[in-house]
């Protein structure tokens, strides 16, 4: 689960990590009564406006804009909120700004003793550590760094039995080349960020830029922050952060029935009990020559009202030309699956395109005898080259 900058920010506050401070509001015409809050509680006289969506790249966008007055902060906020901005992450569609964070100026104009880094903490699947990826690049896209300057790009692993050592945390701070003040501070920040990692359950925490102020602090000018969905359950106030408007609304439509969907780019839409099988038949429904046009597990316990959410969500995208139905009988019976398809389709009324049926396991033969008597617009098959082949015959 994904969160916004605002609230990013205020997990790793918690954790004792310096941030820039800010407040989020939603209607542009709290923006002085805002600004003058933060002077109250920061001392600030410039203001940073900042879109809040789910994307990077909203300064190029013009979703980061500094305002040196009131004037202009309004205009700015006016600006921003409800533009929709459009990022190399967002996509051609783009998002719409619901909602703006007005933070403190922490740039001093001239002042050749800041400096900004990228400091970012994951999971490294390869080794099965953690690994803090830290480059003197801040501000900038770390991929861009790391296509183009990889000497450039650091990274410390982590064993988690182990946690993050007091010398990793040194060795950061040495190969950003920092002493001193800001040397300690960073070790600090490493240290925090670290604790808010595993403290909240994240898959990723990125810091661009970890700003070093002109007297050597360090703080999160940014902050992204993805939080592991099967963690979720332990923290109830994160969960509560989820912010639907910024998802794709068939996924949240599916996750409402258990269901584990994911939109792409194809013309054939699939339908599977299990994540092993669905990635089997994306490969078979290219190998058809068609594309998948979405990864939609139901599960072990597919069942009627499943089965029809599952069409009802995949007759949602007009690409669609032929929905491919593929069932592993083992924890579910293949005939009871096909008495789900049957009503499934009868609630939803005339469907416009063909729907093959691929049932394999327990009761297989039985599954099949009722999807050929239904008389519905339902091609059936046991054979897995049997259904791709019928998908390849019908989207043609």
């Known amino acids: 689960m994904n969160l916004h900058e605002y609230q990013a920010k205020e997990l790793l506050d918690r954790f004792g990590c310096r941030i820039q401070r800010g407040i989020m509001i939603d209607d542009a015409s709290k923006a002085e009564e805002t600004a003058l809050k933060l002077t109250e509680e920061t001392g600030t006289s410039f203001y940073v406006v900042k879109a809040q969506i789910h994307a990077g790249g909203r300064g190029k966008a013009g979703g980061v804009k500094v305002a040196k007055n009131m004037d202009e902060l309004k205009e700015y906020a006016n600006e921003i909120l409800g533009k929709t901005l459009v ?37 490294d699947r390869a080794t099965g550590k953690n690994v803090i990826i830290y480059s003197t690049e801040g501000g900038m896209e770390i991929e861009k760094v790391a296509e183009e300057t990889p000497h450039l790009v650091h990274k410390e692993f982590i064993d988690p039995r182990l946690g993050l050592q007091p010398f990793q945390a040194r060795k950061v701070a040495f190969n950003l080349g920092l002493n001193g003040t800001a040397f300690k501070e960073m070790v600090k920040f490493i240290g925090n960020l670290y604790k808010a990692f595993l403290g909240v359950d994240a898959a990723m925490v990125e810091i661009n830029p970890a700003f070093k102020t002109s007297d050597d602090k360090i703080m999160a000018v940014d902050a992204k922050v993805s939080i592991d969905g099967n963690a979720l359950y332990r923290h109830p106030g994160i969960a509560e952060m989820r912010d639907v408007t910024e998802e794709d609304p068939t996924e949240v439509e599916a996750g409402k029935y258990g269901l584990n969907f994911i939109k792409l780019d194809g013309n054939v839409g699939c339908m599977v009990n299990g994540a092993g ?19 939609l597990d139901v599960g072990g316990g597919a069942n009627a009202k499943t089965v029809e959410a599952g069409f009802r969500i995949i007759l949602q995208d007009p690409n669609v030309k032929a929905i491919l139905l593929n069932i592993f009988g083992g924890i579910v019976r293949c005939d009871r699956v096909a008495n789900g398809v049957v009503e499934a389709y009868k609630n939803i009324g005339e469907i416009n395109i063909p729907i093959i049926v691929r049932l394999q396991g327990t009761n297989a033969e039985e599954g099949k005898k009722i999807i050929d008597e239904s008389g519905l617009k339902v091609h059936s098959a046991i054979v897995l080259k049997e259904a791709a082949q019928k998908v390849k015959e019908l989207i043609a």
């Open 277 to 295: 099988l669905a990635m089997a038949t994306m490969d078979i429904i290219k190998l058809a020559g068609g594309n998948p046009a979405n990864f």
């Open 87 to 123: 990022t190399p992450q967002t996509g051609a569609q783009g998002k719409v700004v619901n909602k703006i964070l007005i933070a403190e100026d922490v740039y001093y104009p001239g002042d050749s003793e800041v400096k900004e880094f990228y400091v970012g903490i994951l999971m």
